[in-house]
């Protein structure tokens, strides 16, 4: 069982560098569909541009933006439902 803090605790010690690990409990976690499906995605030119001069500065695929992109979006709306 991982060791519990309150939050300004836990973001005071990872600022400061220290190992966190005793504080999270691994056995706990889960992956929700953890299987990726494939999609067709139509956008517009400006918004692929877009998201390979992104990939570019990364250095990371423009496949690799997008996935990341829409992640984030899902999950940043996915805790406003669920909030």
């Known amino acids: 069982m991982a060791k519990q803090i309150t939050s300004e605790e836990f973001d005071a ?11 999270f409990d691994y056995d706990a976690i ?8 494939d999609v067709l995605l139509s956008l517009p030119e400006w918004a692929i541009a877009v998201a ?4 570019k500065r990364r250095n990371v695929t423009r496949r ?3 996935n990341t992109w829409i ?5 940043e ?3 406003h439902v669920t909030a």
């Open 52 to 55: 390979e001069a992104e990939a």
């Open 13 to 23: 010690r990872f600022d400061a560098g220290e190992d966190m690990d005793e504080y």
């Open 77 to 79: 709306i996915r805790m």
């Open 64 to 66: 690799a933006i997008l």
């Open 71 to 75: 992640t984030d979006k899902a999950d």
């Open 30 to 37: 889960t992956v929700e569909n953890p299987d990726p499906r």
